[in-house]
Nanobody, 117 residues
């Protein structure tokens, strides 16, 4: 089992920055993929960014160049640095771990990010 706890959400003005953190506990290994998804009101959950073994990353086209995902394997923590935030970035952001062998997904409870002036 894996438990995930997100933090760092809040209200930010357009153009501002936020850093999300997700601490993982339980049976997690550096080879497991970690990532961030988001779900805006009335929309489906979508991938924002993911980081895999060896540091390989991928991003949604809408956030490329503005968001950066990173992980600290020693602390089992994944981060999402979000810069130049836009109002359409308003959503609940969920931390995700996908086990490398079983492809089982684990989810955090989510943290709300609101981008508004």
């Amino acid at each position: 089992q894996v438990q995930l706890a997100e933090s760092g959400g809040g209200l930010v003005q357009p153009g501002g920055s936020l850093r999300l953190s997700c601490a993982a506990s339980g049976r997690i290994f550096s080879t497991d993929a970690m990532g961030w998804y988001r779900q805006a009101p009335g929309k489906q959950r979508e991938l924002v960014a993911a980081i895999r073994s060896g540091g390989t990353t991928n991003y949604a086209d809408s956030v490329k160049g503005r968001f950066t995902i990173s992980r600290d394997n020693a602390e089992n923590t994944v981060y999402l640095q979000m810069n130049s935030l836009k109002p359409e970035g308003t959503a609940v952001y969920y931390c995700n771990v996908q086990k490398v062998l079983t492809r089982t997904n684990y989810w955090g409870r989510g943290t709300l990010v609101t981008v508004a002036s």
